[in-house]
């Protein structure tokens, strides 16, 4: 995405993965400062071990707990902000009439749903939200680092194998976990159809396939499908234009995304 964004608007920068293990993260970011990168992102499971390692959170960076883009601010620090909840927001804004004031639920507890969480609790006002954590520990942390943006206490954890009520009555499902990512696209954080229904809708935070084993089968019991793509393309833009300045080319990009899922 980021390449064809740099070549689309003629920069001279170029955008790598670089695989880096748990204990190396402080070593990754020093690299980062001695090399001069224009900055970075962060995914799983970095985007909490990273932010010891900066020297300023952005206010959503810091009210969510998770980092998964690191810039240089206007005063030269290398600081960590979290794209995740606008880019998971965006695709929402068209639904938000019938997901205002409902109850909402996502799988997992982990950085994306702390983006998730922070996004629906400041964007939704939901009557309930509930985490379907398999570590409820986890999501009970969550829930306590979040419970500033909770002012009507209506966030809530359950276990996945007592999530079944939850699922039914939820407005929005939410898979924040990595099940049903490639290559194991038979997983799903959600296996019981019978729970799905026409007035809810999946939305998938898996990008690869682009249509989960979640999105297909919440589709075929009338649920309104959302998949990961459209939240990839709007972190991506929000990180790109802390790197550059610049709106990214998003038309571009999603072309090229969809020459590369089709190829």
């Not at 927001?89 to 982990?110: N, Q, S, V, Y």
């Not at 793509?229 to 790109?240: E, I, P």
């Amino acid at each position: 995405m980021h390449n064809t964004a740099f070549a689309e608007q003629g920069l001279n920068v170029a955008y790598a993965a670089c695989a880096v293990a748990p204990e190396a993260v402080g070593d990754a970011v020093a690299g980062l400062r001695a090399l001069g990168f224009a900055g970075a992102n962060v995914t799983i499971p970095h985007k909490e071990a990273v932010i010891p390692h900066l020297d300023a959170l952005t206010e959503r960076a810091r009210a969510i707990g998770a980092v998964n883009t690191l810039f240089w601010d206007e005063d030269g620090r290398l600081a960590g902000d979290n794209t995740d909840a606008p880019g998971f927001r965006a695709p929402l804004e068209g639904h938000a009439e019938h997901l205002r004031g409902g109850d909402l639920l996502i799988f997992g507890a982990g950085g994306a749903a702390r983006a998730a969480s922070y996004a629906l609790l400041t964007g939704f006002a939901p009557a309930r939200l509930t985490l379907a954590a398999r570590t409820p520990e986890k999501a009970e942390a969550l829930a306590a680092d979040l419970a500033p943006f909770d002012e009507t206490d209506t966030l809530s954890v359950v276990p996945f194998g007592e999530a079944g009520p939850a699922v039914r009555s939820a407005r929005l499902l939410v898979n924040a976990t990595p099940l049903g990512m490639h290559p194991e696209t038979d997983a799903t954080p959600w296996p019981h159809l019978e729970d799905f229904s026409e007035d809810q809708i999946a939305y998938d935070l898996v990008y690869a396939p682009p249509r989960t084993r979640l999105l297909r089968e919440a589709e075929a019991r009338g649920a309104t499908p959302i998949g990961g793509l459209d939240m990839l393309v709007g972190q991506a833009a929000a990180s790109y234009r802390r790197w550059t300045g610049r709106p990214m080319p998003t038309e571009a990009v999603r072309q090229a995304l969809r020459e590369r899922l089709d190829a």
